[in-house]
């Protein structure tokens, strides 16, 4: 704890007021115990730390590099998972190792744009709607806000990439447009609750402006528990990421992606099983993953526990 030491002097005579004020560093080491007592969510962190490093590195540390562009080679192809290919290797005789690692770098670029775009356009929404409760702004934003959740959101996905051409960033736009207001309709109602406290009240009547009141007042209050849906969103928004790849909508060939090895494998099920598995499982690995860590991100930002 540091001791912070302000001087106050009413009718000239001096005060000294000491406050007790956490270190910076002490409020890390609670985050990171809070964090820490839950095993699960040190998996988590173990999980997510190896998604980025694969999404970082993945040219550098895969075994055979030329596989990840146009290549083709028969005499290697339908090979069952050995010493030399891991995890076998696929039609076309690539190596579906190298091919699944490269495939983190477009997962985790697929959920850091998609949060970054949405996360901000609903917080917003979220805190204008909020704190101007009953007022036509209010209104508008959460009528809209309505409107968009009341669509199925891999229907709305779907509409939104199918007229759109196939590829990456337009899979991310469909998915950042159809997320949005999740965040809005969070934020929303924490905003309309705090809105009415004593430090927005107080806020006001000492002429603080609008901005500074839904910014410096109220954002801050509602900032855990939008870190604690990001941290668990993740695994969603790349599942839903490879779900448009699986339709042809997303990452095109021959650059690769999880849904769309899933998809080519899929017709040769059962005999090539290993074409569809491993992706699969590399799906479940970072979703279980980003979900573990989402929980201890919740634990870390809960004050009651």
Known sequence: ????????????????????????????????????????????????????????????????????????????????????????????????????????????????????????????????????????????????????LALPPLILALAIASVLEPNMTSSMIAVTVMWWPWYTRLVYGMARSLSGEYFVKNAELIGASKAHIIFKEILPNCLSPVFTKMALDVGWVILMGATLSYVGLGEQPPTPAFGQMISDGARYLPDLWWLTIFPALAIAFMILGFNFFGDGIRDMFDTGR
């Open 1 to 148: 704890m540091s001791i912070k030491t302000n001087t106050i002097q009413p009718n000239g005579f001096k005060i000294k007021k000491f406050v007790l004020k956490p270190s910076t560093k002490e409020n890390l080491r609670q985050y990171w115990f809070k964090f820490s007592r839950n095993k699960l969510s040190i998996i988590g962190l173990i999980i997510v730390l190896l998604s980025i490093f694969f999404a970082i590195f993945a040219t550098s540390i895969v075994p055979y590099p030329q596989h990840l562009r146009e290549f083709v080679d028969y005499s290697s192809s339908k090979i069952a998972p050995n010493s030399d290919y891991f995890f076998g290797t696929d039609t076309y005789g690539r190596d579906v190792f190298t091919r699944i690692i490269f495939s983190f770098r477009g997962a985790v670029l697929m959920a850091v744009i998609v949060l970054s775009l949405s996360v901000p356009v609903g917080v917003i929404l979220g805190l204008m709607a909020g704190y101007f409760n009953g007022t036509w702004i209010d209104t508008i934003i959460m009528r809209i806000t309505d409107i968009f």
